[in-house]
């Protein structure tokens, strides 16, 4: 893959992982004081908690999602982004457009996809 590429990529990951961080940050400072005085019954107290707890959870995946894009960064650096796990073979640049934290090529990915469509049912 051509270097202006690579930066490319490398940009869209930095700018979704600061855009996680920001989240998280938002979380940490807003979402996440629950003060008593400010909910007037039981119904308004549970529907907070309820609230606090969605966003609990869209932080765990976004934790989650951060650390595909960090593994996406390293190997930027180390020369192997664009390179399916699975098979070795290059990933489609229109595949890493769209997601360019994967780690597989759409032909793994759907296989993938097909065995844990089997497992489930």
């Given at each position: ?8 990529f ?14 998280a ?21 549970a ?6 707890s ?23 650096e ?27 090529c ?16």
């Amino acid at each position: 893959m051509k270097k202006k590429e690579l930066e490319k990529f490398k940009e869209i990951l930095l700018d979704k992982k600061e855009k996680i961080l920001g989240n998280a940050i938002q979380t940490l400072e807003g979402d996440m004081a629950l003060d008593v005085a400010d909910l007037p019954d039981e119904m308004d107290l549970a529907s907070s908690e309820y609230l606090q707890s969605f966003q609990f959870r869209l932080r765990g995946r976004e934790r989650t999602f951060l650390s595909k894009i960090d593994e996406a960064l390293k190997k930027i650096e180390a020369g192997e982004f664009g390179i399916c796990e699975n098979c070795g073979e290059e990933i489609s640049p229109k595949r890493l457009e769209a997601r360019p934290e994967t780690t597989m090529c759409i032909k793994c990915k759907e296989e993938q996809e097909q065995e844990e469509k089997q497992f489930s049912e």
